[in-house]
């Protein structure tokens, strides 16, 4: 009997896609960071994306509780920052073991509550059920103006591949990079508004995961520049800080794609910008979709695999 | 150390509710059967609900399914009828141990698919994450026109009780009600748009327990006559059938209040509209709060008590 084991999140994911009903005022339905809706003579288009933030998988039991709730409520501002879009509001389900300290329970929605106050936004509410292991269950929604939304799937042949901040290393002992994230939501607004990004994502897997998704989603190819690839202090004190930058989940970055007769505009406004964000240029757009190359510093070219964390298959993807 | 167990959801409730920020865009906060959220310039205000579904609380591992998906996707459209909304999108995040039958997995969305299709939803999506139960977590997105959504806190002194169909038993051997209900979706709109209901809720715990929280939010007391509930035939072949209606969760019936100088108007328009949908008055709202008696068959009162199911409290509630 095939289980989930046997296919992994991807394969899941590809199975059910295609089941799921959509209407007619879906702009974009599953599988981009959110989903774009359309409603008849409003100015936006509206943004919603869901994420479960669970025990063991997404924190451990020693984590604080507060960092949890923080964690949980800017996974989903992220999630709406990669589209462009201005996050509003948010529902929370709560699944807890009846064993569970108040204490803890506290924690986690003060972290929520404190959160949603730095990005102006309101819990609306949700629900608690009894369970077996301690989960958040967030639903992020936001807004954009109409059809500006930043899709996976605009990348272009020839357009350049950029990635905000450093990568890798997020999980690494005392890196709680996973937990203190900042979303990079005025850098989602500003690629989205100016019009200068034609494809976007946010990594929460690992570039070597989500990379290929934004591929698959364009139709298209890469050359990466392994070289350039912008590390994390963490990843570089470890002996394989490329395999840290490409494989780690959770780094909360924005990778995206500048035509390439914008890059020298599109350069000069971001450093006046965000002065103190990189934006690093890490690879090209190639045509052909099945061509995907990671450059290596010694001049050398492999295939780029699919790597990072894939749900269900227990890290084989790694 | 405090734990949930010791105070239950009703108590989780009060400490987190008050904790929670909120924007100036929100009608209604947490605490209803949907958050409300008006937008500059709508002719329509949006309703957002959320939905926990997990194996050993809402369904069993030997529950079809096909059928699980189906009562997930029905407990988010019965709280947008409970508003008197329409619901139009659904997310959906999907937790499962890696050890899941595909079968089942396709069940799951098999029935949620079949189920969006029967009420024109779109499933925008979601997420997917692997954990130690199997659980569903929905989203669901409705709106209704500006101003009319019916709430908990509208009842009045003198209001009259009533409610659809039959209750008790939804969980009883060889009743299927609680995967197979239908939620009262065209009963919702119609007594949101006539301004019938002065205020309304769907019973998912049992009216020993939901009214009492309707009752909260009005903050009114009652007077409910047990001669008069509306049992399911299920019910009926028990030996308590009347703490069944009343203790049992699950019905998803709808719970609303009529002002009394509508009551003739009312009651001959819902049978004209609503020939085989019976609509039960089973009490009176009374102005002191902390008033609230049930009317026993054999004449005697005695005070109503909050029963009927609360996460947390392993059914001390019962």
Not at 148 to 159: C, F, K, P, Q
Not at 198 to 217: E, I, K
Not at 274 to 279: H, M, Q, Y
């Amino acid at each position: 009997m095939k289980t989930l084991r046997d296919i992994g999140e991807n394969g899941l994911l590809r199975g059910i896609l295609p089941l799921l009903p959509q209407r007619a005022d879906t702009i974009v339905g599953p599988g981009d960071d959110c989903a774009v809706v359309r409603v008849p003579g409003s100015a936006d288009d509206w943004l919603f994306t869901t994420d479960p933030v669970i025990e063991r998988r997404h924190f451990l039991p020693g984590t604080p509780a507060r960092l949890v709730g923080r964690k949980a409520i800017a996974r989903a501002v992220s999630d709406i920052a990669a589209m462009g879009g201005t996050p509003l509001w948010i529902l929370v389900d709560l699944v807890a073991p009846s064993s569970t300290p108040l204490s803890r329970i506290r924690g986690l929605y003060d972290g929520m509550a404190a959160a949603a106050k730095k990005w102006n936004l309101g819990i609306l509410g949700g629900d608690t059920a009894e369970g077996d292991t301690l989960e958040l269950h967030i639903t992020g929604v936001g807004r954009i103006p109409r059809g500006t939304a930043v899709l996976r799937s605009g990348a272009r042949a020839s357009d350049l591949v950029y990635v905000t901040g450093a990568l890798g290393a997020a999980y690494l002992p005392g890196c709680r990079h996973h937990l203190l994230f900042e979303p990079r939501l005025e850098a989602g607004q500003f690629l989205a508004s100016k019009k200068f990004a034609t494809s976007m994502m946010d990594l929460s897997d690992g570039l070597a995961a989500d990379l290929p998704r934004l591929l698959d989603a364009s139709k298209r190819g890469v050359r990466l520049d392994a070289a350039v690839l912008p590390l994390s202090s963490a990843a570089r004190k470890t002996q394989h800080p490329l395999h840290h930058a490409l494989c780690d989940g959770e780094d909360f970055e924005l990778l995206f794609t500048i035509a390439p007769r914008n890059r020298a505009r599109f350069e000069s406004a971001w450093k006046k910008e965000f002065p103190s964000l990189p934006a690093t240029r890490i690879g090209e757009i190639l045509a052909p979709p099945a061509k995907r190359i990671l450059q290596l510093p010694d001049g050398t070219s492999v295939p780029l695999r699919p790597g990072g964390y894939q749900h269900f298959l227990s890290h084989k993807g790694k």
